[in-house]
């Protein structure tokens, strides 16, 4: 079974740039996981950020990006906004089995 | 565009069972897999199982394992998730995800299936 780990907390300034990464105990991330990350806020539905590693929505501010890294699958935000206070998810994708990490808990502050 | 619209609320005795459908719009119904996550209050998110809209093969995660059912109709572009014997521990909002190669994340809205005595 695999485990998807995620820090469980991260705090980042207005207007500063943070990344949270999702990494897997079967070993490096890779785009043949399919990486998404989502985010939440309270009271509503997950909204997906970023699909297949790094591919945005239309509905997906600029300032999110997603890519690979140090064997991790990795959310960038640059210039945070109060608006992305929120928990983030990330989500690999094992031939089929989805697999969640616990989530980050963004604070902007 | 894709939509994926959920049906409503349910409350439940302990011991029953809920069904709970996701219409889908938008797209190729059955080119896609349906997917279904819940998330219990406070919690995080948590995979069920997902199926094959075009062939109906299922797979379902172990800790629901012959406690959910998956099927779909392809006739009204429909999916459904049916679990059974609920305990107080299921209440949670449960949502259909579409899945499978180019996928791209689309989510139904919810359903909160409420499990009281």
């Known amino acids: 079974q695999a485990v998807v780990t995620q820090e469980p907390s991260v705090t980042v300034s207005p207007g500063g740039t943070v990344t949270l990464t999702c990494g897997s105990n079967?070993?490096?991330?890779?785009?043949?996981?399919?990486p998404y990350w989502f985010q939440q806020k309270p009271g509503q539905a997950p909204r997906t950020l970023i699909y297949?590693?790094?591919d945005k929505h239309s509905w997906t501010p600029a300032r999110f990006s997603g890519s690979l890294l140090g064997g991790k699958a990795a959310l960038t935000l640059s210039g945070a906004q109060p608006e992305d206070e929120a928990e983030y998810y990330c989500?690999?994708?094992?031939?089929?089995?989805?697999?969640f990490g616990g989530g980050t808990k963004l604070t902007v502050l | 565009q894709v939509q994926l619209v959920q049906s409503g609320a349910e409350m439940k005795k302990p011991g029953a069972s809920v069904k709970v459908s996701c219409k889908a719009s938008?797209?190729?119904?059955?080119?896609?897999?349906m997917h279904w996550v819940r998330q219990a209050p406070g919690q995080g998110l948590e995979w069920m199982g997902r199926?094959?809209?075009?062939?109906?093969?299922?797979n379902y995660a172990q800790e629901f394992q012959g406690r959910v059912t998956m099927t779909r109709d392809t006739s009204i572009s429909t999916a459904f998730m049916e679990l059974s014997s609920l305990t107080f521990d299921d209440t949670a909002v449960y949502y259909c995800?579409?899945?499978?190669?180019?996928?791209?994340?689309?989510w139904g809205q919810g359903t909160l299936v409420t499990v009281s005595s």
């Open positions: 938008g797209y190729t119904f059955t080119a896609f897999y």
């Open positions: 297949d590693t790094s």
């Open positions: 995800a579409r899945g499978g190669a180019g996928a791209k994340g689309y």
């Open positions: 079967t070993g490096a991330v890779t785009s043949g996981l399919w």
């Open positions: 199926i094959n809209l075009n062939n109906g093969a299922t």
């Open positions: 989500l690999l994708s094992y031939s089929g089995i989805w697999v």
